[in-house]
């Protein structure tokens, strides 16, 4: 069912705009609630050239999401030269991903050399799909890399890694500086090539993916970790020391002593909200009979000795994987 600001709102007069050559207004259209309406306005702005690339740029500055996404997507399909410096200069600017991807891919539609340099850092960042979007443009772009680093980082970038293993010992500190990607299964496979090709410049790779919250990183790290010149005696030590992405006992243990059943419910038992409602109920109803501490006098020696029993239910679950 659509919204109801848009039941009383009439629809943007698309083939009237584009018959005017309304710039500004089609590029607001970008902005509208209707998926139909926005690609139109795109495509019209498409369709009237390097006319709208002013107006366009200037919504790159937009508050609104779908406005800086849509003229990003026109600015590309245009391909005026003009607008790849101030596509490079938002590069700078935007923090989401997803639209500095946008900007990335438009970038190697445009076809601008400048881009170039821009471009080739990406190929450092932490997050893959920058890396691979960036990797793309440059091939549209005739990109040929200057020496072996740039060479494995593209690699890295297309996750050929047949070829990044192949590069030896030289690809290790490159894996290394992207072995924080926010991707765990790319953080495994980084660990586990820096573990196949056996270089002791990987310890700060290993060590850090056996402190990794995820599970399947942690296993992947301890795999490689003698190869790269880790003891097996030094690895509890750095799985001791490991983020705990389950619940905190201590927590846990005092929801339990202070709201039976809160604790049970904290740690993922579906039954533990029940029994919250079930102590209350008697501890109220005690109260009525018996004065406002009695009841608590004779529950907390229970409750102690449950929320003991959830502390360590807790830390076996974060002790898990």
Known sequence: MPPVNRLFRPPADIGNL??????????????????????????????????????????????RALVRLGAIEALAGIGDPASARPLIAHLEKEKHSEFLCAVVFALGEIGSPEAIPSLVRLLHNNAKYLRYAAAVSLDRLGWEPEDESDRIRYRIARCDWDAVRNAGPLAVPLLCDISHDPDPAIRSRIVSLIGEIGAGEGCRACEAGIRDRDPG???????????CGITPSRMPFFLASRNRPGPNPLAAGILNFLFLGLG???IGKW???????????????AQLATGPFFPYLVA??????????????????????
């Open 271 to 285: 039954w533990g909200f029940p029994v919250f409602m079930s102590y209350m109920s008697v501890i109220v109803l």
């Open 300 to 321: 907390y020696p229970v409750t102690a000795v449950l929320g003991l029993h959830t502390y360590y239910l807790a830390r076996r679950i974060s002790d898990r994987g």
């Open 264 to 266: 049970y419910n904290y």
């Open 18 to 63: 584009i018959a005017v050559r309304d710039v500004p207004a089609l590029v607001r259209c970008l902005a509208d609630p209707d998926e139909v309406t926005r690609t139109r306005a795109a495509k019209a702005l498409i369709a009237i050239g390097p006319v709208a690339v002013p107006d366009l740029l200037s919504g790159l500055q937009s508050p």
């Open 217 to 227: 990183v942690r296993w992947a790290s301890v795999l490689a970790a003698m190869n």
